[in-house]
């Protein structure tokens, strides 16, 4: 049954600050700097979590120990403290989170640093921009879900998610974002088989949906959010938007075309020879059998190709872990329906056109996800309506609410060389695929 894919890239991620374009470096340590990313990293974590009983809120380690940061950090605490206990009441508050924070154990900076590089590379730098300014709180777990970010009362709710945009408030929003592992793990005592690259691979999967979430949110002059883009603004009740609600329909429909059109390009054919050479791979290689398949695969990878020319269908696709064309195309079919219509009881509604309008909603958002994943050209193609609904409605607004001057998110071609090459020439990281 065809479900989401969340460990396959159609890029290898920066991590490190040479590997990066210089605009989406900055925009990375400003994130860091900002104080608002919360990461959860196993045994560490840089962050700590007060309870009230009005309120479940979270202070990071720079939010308490920074000199840029601390002051207002304190005043936010001094609103939490009973007046009658004074100074004294908020300097115990004070310390009892500078206590939490030891016991947290704190998060390197180059972690740091390198969980905000890949959050950078999972959405429009627009995005960023929006998200710092807002002072959206970031929240990053190594988990498999994101229970362990959550308050204790919401557990049952959310605590099983793999992510999640909230919005508390019209002023407070945050973004949750899971792992499943540790994506920058290196060596051979794994605490999850995900570890690695499949981790790396899941977090950029997940926060591209996040932030695209985040990004969907409608906001004021003030900035307070009134609603969605993927939704009517103009109706009392929870409604799709009517452009993003046609558009999905005719995706879900062209989807389907698409499927069938690269079938008469012979992709049955393909995936026969690349199955049975992969089985012959595997036992008998270089074997006759092998040589055979070898020369079938070629044969109908040359018509498929010729086909795909002919009817002006992507013929190349590029996937982290690598895939063979026959097979990439088949899991990218399979990927672009389902998330049109993701099939899970959290989006089921007994209203209709409430359950219409979550299925909007998440497809809309799902755009930059389905991106990271296939690139821009492979989504367009099968998704020709809600991609230049995200793009052109979501993102448009977005740049307009920042104003600020973007930052170039392709580096230039002398750094473009140089990554190259020092790809090639280091020893390869654990975390690579």
């Known amino acids: 049954m065809p479900s989401n894919l969340y460990h396959h890239l159609a890029f290898l991620p920066a991590t490190e600050a040479w590997e990066i374009p210089r605009g989406l470096e900055a925009l990375a340590q400003a994130l860091v700097a900002s104080g608002k990313l919360r990461i959860n990293a196993d045994h560490e974590r840089n ?10 809120l979270t202070f990071s380690a720079r939010e308490l120990t920074e000199a840029g940061l601390a002051p207002a950090t304190r005043a936010r605490v001094a609103r939490l403290v009973a007046p009658a206990l004074g100074e004294q009441g908020v300097a115990d508050v004070w310390a009892h989170l500078k206590n939490e924070l030891k016991k947290a154990r704190g998060l390197a900076f180059d972690k ?5 590089r890949v959050l950078v590379q999972s959405a429009h730098p627009a995005v960023i ?3 710092i300014a807002s002072g959206t709180e ?8 994101v229970s362990d970010l959550v308050a204790l009362e919401h557990w049952q709710d959310h605590g099983q998610n793999s992510g999640m945009q909230a919005v508390e408030n019209p002023r407070a929003t945050k973004v949750y974002v899971s792992a499943g592992g540790d994506p920058f793990f290196e060596g051979e005592a794994k605490t999850y088989v995900t570890d690695g690259f499949p981790a790396l691979a899941r977090m950029v999967v997940i926060a591209g949906q996040e932030l695209g979430h985040f990004a969907d949110l409608r906001r004021d002059g003030n900035g307070a959010v009134i609603g969605r883009y993927s939704t009517d603004a103009h109706h009392s009740q929870l409604r799709a938007d009517s452009v993003a609600a046609a558009g999905r329909l005719k995706d879900i429909e062209n989807c389907k075309v698409l499927s069938a059109t690269y079938a008469k390009a012979g992709l049955s054919l393909l995936r026969r020879a690349e199955t049975g050479l992969a089985f012959y791979h595997k036992r008998l290689r270089y074997s006759p059998p092998w040589f055979f398949y070898q020369l079938f695969r070629f ?3 040359m018509r498929f190709v010729h086909s795909c020319k002919k009817r002006n269908l992507q013929h190349s696709f590029s996937s982290l872990p690598y ?11 399979e ?3 389902f998330n049109l219509a993701p099939d899970a009881e959290v989006y089921r509604n007994p209203d209709p056109l409430v359950e219409e309008a979550i299925a909007v909603i998440e497809a809309v958002a799902r755009v930059p996800q389905q991106v990271n994943k296939w690139k821009h050209r492979t989504v367009m193609q099968a998704w020709p ?15 307009k609410t920042v104003k600020n001057h973007l930052p170039e998110q392709i580096a230039p071609l002398s750094q473009r060389l140089k990554i190259s090459f020092r790809r090639r020439i280091r020893t390869k990281p654990g975390y690579y695929p």
Request: aromatic letters at 18%; hydrophobic letters at 45%; a negative charge.
């Open 47 to 56: 962050f700590v979590r007060y309870g009230t009983s009005d309120a479940d």
């Open 112 to 116: 740091e640093l390198k969980v905000a």
């Open 129 to 131: 921009q929006l998200l």
């Open 299 to 301: 044969g109908a990878w």
């Open 385 to 399: 309506n809600l991609y230049p609904f995200y793009y052109g409605v979501v993102i448009t607004s977005v740049e």
């Open 335 to 337: 990927d672009m329906a």
């Open 138 to 145: 970031v929240f990053v777990s190594y988990s498999h879900n």
């Open 323 to 333: 895939l063979r064309l026959g097979e990439a195309v088949s899991q990218y079919l």
